[in-house]
């Protein structure tokens, strides 16, 4: 299995000002991160500067430390890592010699730096050809889907772990790159019904269904929901023939 480029991510950690307790007061540091999936046991993260570039200081965690300590922040991966990833990604593909390292951009020298690194941990041979196969695999070269799938995938895991609130974080943090999807928008409303937040469940749900009204699973749920509420359905007041 080649690592899999997840996108940006995002720690928080309660810091107190002061050498002594009870002196000073107490910040978030928040420290985002490019994380890379290298198995099913572990993911990569490497902390990103100023410049939101990635710098080559790894770090390994398992993935019930990552659901449990990293939010995403997709808007982050697209202020610089996006268009690194499909500049890349042509450069890859159209070279027929070996890539200059030193000769590229900084965004795409700084991705495919840790891109490198993450095929050595990985046990895999670090060459251009494995970067560019990193890249498609994950979807990068094809613009933003990537990392909304995979926050959509760690969704449903934290959905099915019961861990609501954390699941509506990152369903809310992917609605910020695609508003109106309507599969987010349903897996959202299923994680707020879970919280017995009914009336936004139905919201969600209803924005979902304007943006694809063939969506027979969200119209189901609706019914459900609205059934929940004790609104009447539309199929208790028939046309009325004059």
Request: one cysteine or more; hydrophobic letters at 45%; charged letters at 25%.
């Amino acid at each position: 299995m080649l690592p899999e480029l997840l996108g940006c991510y995002q720690s928080q950690k309660l810091q107190k000002m002061g050498k002594t307790a009870g002196s000073g007061r107490d910040f978030t540091q928040r420290i985002n991160w490019l994380a890379l999936r290298l198995d099913a046991a572990r993911i990569l993260i490497f902390p990103l500067d100023d410049a939101s570039l990635p710098m080559p200081l790894q770090k390994t965690v398992t993935p019930q430390e990552f659901l449990g300590h990293f939010l995403p922040a997709p808007l982050v991966f697209q202020e610089r890592l996006a268009q690194a990833s499909l500049v890349l990604g042509r450069l890859l593909g159209d070279g027929d010699t070996h890539l200059d390292q030193n000769a590229l951009p900084e965004a795409e020298r700084a991705l495919f730096t840790v891109i490198l690194m993450a095929l050595s941990a990985g046990g895999h041979a670090d060459s251009d050809g494995a970067v560019l196969a990193v890249l498609k695999g994950s979807g990068a070269t094809t613009g933003g889907e990537a990392q909304k799938r995979t926050i959509n995938a760690f969704g449903i895991q934290l959905r099915k772990q019961k861990n609501f609130d954390i699941a509506a974080a990152y369903y809310r943090t992917a609605l910020e790159i695609a508003p109106d999807d309507e599969r987010l928008l349903f897996n959202l409303a299923r994680v707020l019904y879970e919280k017995g937040e009914l009336a936004a469940c139905r919201d969600l749900l209803e924005k979902a269904l304007a943006a694809a009204p063939d969506f027979p699973e969200a119209r189901k749920f609706l019914r459900h929901v609205r059934r929940r509420e004790g609104a009447p359905a539309e199929a208790d007041f028939p046309d009325i023939r004059l």
